[in-house]
Nanobody, 124 residues
Framework: QVQLVESGGGLVQAGGSLRLSCTASGGRTFRSYAFNWFRQAPGKEREFVAAISWSGGGTYYADSVKGRFTISRDNIKNIVDLQMNSLKPEDTAIYYC????????????????WGKGTLVTVSS
């Protein structure tokens, strides 16, 4: 069983930056999992944000964040990060980290493990 804990959320002004982290523990070797970040804004459906392959060599982004967000991983520290720049009010949401041994880009229903989320609020 893998435990995922997100951190780094908070309140930031539009145009600012935040760095989210997802720390994993338990389960198989960290590098055997691919990761996705999803987000859910109040009253909206959960949506895909970014994904990263097992080695970090493959990264994938939603069109809405491409060029502004960067996903990365450290297979020594067991951490997946999401660097968020040029934040907009529409980025306000709870951000969730999800893991699976398969690379399921954007497939929320296919994720085996989820964190509890971290709130990001972007003020205008």
């Amino acid at each position: 069983q893998v435990q995922l804990v997100e951190s780094g959320g908070g309140l930031v002004q539009a145009g600012g930056s935040l760095r989210l982290s997802c720390t994993a523990s338990g389960g198989r070797t960290f590098r055997s999992y691919a990761f996705n970040w999803f987000r859910q804004a109040p009253g909206k459906e959960r949506e895909f944000v970014a994904a990263i392959s097992w080695s970090g060599g493959g990264t994938y982004y939603a069109d809405s964040v491409k060029g502004r967000f960067t996903i990365s991983r450290d297979n020594i520290k067991n951490i997946v990060d999401l660097q968020m720049n040029s934040l907009k009010p529409e980025d306000t949401a709870i951000y969730y980290c999800a893991a699976d041994q398969r690379l399921r880009v954007g497939a929320a229903d296919g994720m085996a493990y989820w964190g509890k989320g971290t709130l990001v609020t972007v003020s205008s």
